[in-house]
T-cell receptor
Framework: EPEVTQTPSHQVTQMGQEVILRCVPI?????FYWYRQILGQKVEFLVS????????KSEIFDDQFSVERPDGSNFTLKIRSTKLEDSAMYFC???????????FGQGTRLTVV | AQRVTQPEKLLSVFKGAPVELKCNYS??????LFWYVQYSRQRLQLLLR??SRESIKGFTADLNKGETSFHLKKPFAQEEDSAMYYC????????????FGAGTRLAVHP
């Protein structure tokens, strides 16, 4: 069964450093998403991406964040200058349509020290 | 404002007991609601969605618009049901953006 794959599973970075989280969505999916979950808190929507552009973003997704689909298979989330409060589990998801099931990756745990 | 509330952080039951995980939502439009489950060390996966009206692994959930609720129920809990359960709301035209509740951990004891 096809799966959304995220790498790395755990990333430790120093405050102020740039970090790129990588995702390989399911191959025939058209909609891509990033969510995050700070420890002990709820899963929060960050951004959705369709047709090579951001379709919606939350207030969390400020200028420090960007997303890219650099080739036909990867979907990346970049945090330009990480802060301690960016420490969280980041989930990538993809769906075939705008109103179809979203499939989640296993998550990348980002720890900013 | 769009919001999903799961009032219980932990629900602990014995095997064979009925289970009800509560979910209430706040949304002025026509909601689409989901239950996602996360078993230990596994990814979030869709358990059921209200429009399909299915029963998955013995779980059912009915959308009650009057009470703005979408409680998840199972008549007889099994140990393998132990997991984290998240209720989620998708807003109309929201490109499948999901608004999650805080989650309820279900622990089923032998």
């Amino acid at each position: 069964e096809p799966e959304v794959t995220q790498t790395p599973s755990h990333q430790v970075t120093q405050m102020g450093q740039e970090v790129i989280l990588r995702c390989v969505p399911i191959s025939n999916h058209l909609y891509f998403y990033w969510y995050r979950q700070i420890l002990g808190q709820k899963v929060e929507f960050l951004v959705s991406f369709y047709n090579n552009e951001i379709s919606e973003k939350s207030e969390i997704f400020d200028d420090q964040f960007s997303v890219e689909r650099p080739d036909g298979s990867n979907f990346t989330l970049k945090i330009r200058s990480t802060k301690l409060e960016d420490s969280a589990m980041y989930f990538c998801a993809s769906s075939a349509g705008g109103n179809t099931e979203a499939f989640f990756g296993q998550g990348t745990r980002l720890t900013v020290v | 404002a769009q919001r999903v509330t799961q009032p219980e952080k932990l629900l602990s039951v014995f095997k064979g007991a009925p289970v009800e995980l509560k979910c209430n939502y706040s949304y002025s439009g026509s909601p689409e609601l989901f239950w996602y489950v996360q078993y230990s060390r596994q990814r979030l996966q869709l358990l059921l969605r209200h429009i399909s009206r299915e029963s998955i692994k013995g779980f059912t959930a009915d959308l009650n618009k009057g009470e703005t609720s979408f409680h998840l129920k199972k008549p007889f809990a099994q140990e393998e049901d132990s997991a984290m359960y998240y209720c989620a709301l998708s807003v109309a035209g929201g490109y499948n953006k999901l608004i999650f509740g805080a989650g309820t951990r279900l622990a089923v004891h032998p």
